[in-house]
């Protein structure tokens, strides 16, 4: 158990909705990243928060956007699904963001577009 | 943008086998870590190597950094099945953002 929560685990909707993944860091992690895993793919960095400020911004599309709160827990908003958005998201927390920090992921929230 | 390419997107091994794979980036890292994910897993981080020309140890893996710090490559000797999964390597840039590359799947055929 690398300490790092998401919810939900699955989630099945239609194209058009809008859906709201959430992430609980490690206790006392500052930083947030957020990645998108599409079947048999690499990892995609989407965006990285660090103690409730955008540090770093990857390949987000303009539907998608995150924040993270003064507890530091965060949330990733996809919306206008579409069948492509399909996909596993991780999020991964690190304590700091400094250059020596490894990240832990959490377990995936796995989000099918109908 | 940062890249970092993997090589090769796939590896079939046979038990016992040794194997490598290598990971490049098109600009100098601060450093690059090695995660690697388990079908139907998360990502795990194995090891991260800073320094220039470093090389790290874990039991049957061994972890390489580049001189110049752009290339890094993975060895695993004697392969089990115990090593199936998906190693990614991870390149930090001065701006903190981590790129991971796409990734060797390793196939283990005993």
């Known amino acids: 158990d690398s300490g790092v929560t998401q919810t939900p685990k699955h989630l099945i909707t239609a194209t058009g909705q809008r859906v709201t993944l959430r992430c609980s860091p490690r206790s006392g992690d500052l930083s947030v990243y957020w990645y998108q895993q599409s079947l048999d793919q690499g990892l995609q960095f989407l965006i990285h928060y660090y103690n409730g400020e955008e540090r770093a911004k990857g390949n987000i599309l303009e539907r998608f956007s995150a924040q993270q709160f003064p507890d530091l827990h965060s949330e990733l908003n996809l919306s206008s699904l579409e069948l492509g958005d399909s996909a596993l998201y991780f999020c991964a927390s690190s304590p700091r963001t400094g250059a020596n920090t490894e990240a832990f992921f959490g377990q995936g929230t796995r989000l099918t577009v109908v | 943008g940062q890249q970092v390419m993997q090589i090769p997107q796939y590896q079939h091994v046979q038990e016992g086998e040794d194997f490598t794979t290598y990971c490049n980036s098109s600009t100098t890292l601060s450093n690059i870590q090695w995660y690697k994910q388990r079908p139907g897993g998360h990502p795990v981080f194995l090891i991260q190597?800073?320094?220039?020309?470093e090389v790290k140890k874990q039991k049957r893996l061994t972890f390489q950094f580049g001189e110049a710090k752009k290339n890094s490559s993975l060895h695993i000797t004697a392969t089990q099945t115990t090593d199936v999964g998906t190693y990614f390597c991870a390149g930090r840039t001065a701006g903190n953002k981590l790129t991971f590359g796409g990734g060797t799947r390793v196939l283990v055929k005993p």
């Open positions: 190597l800073v320094k220039s020309g």
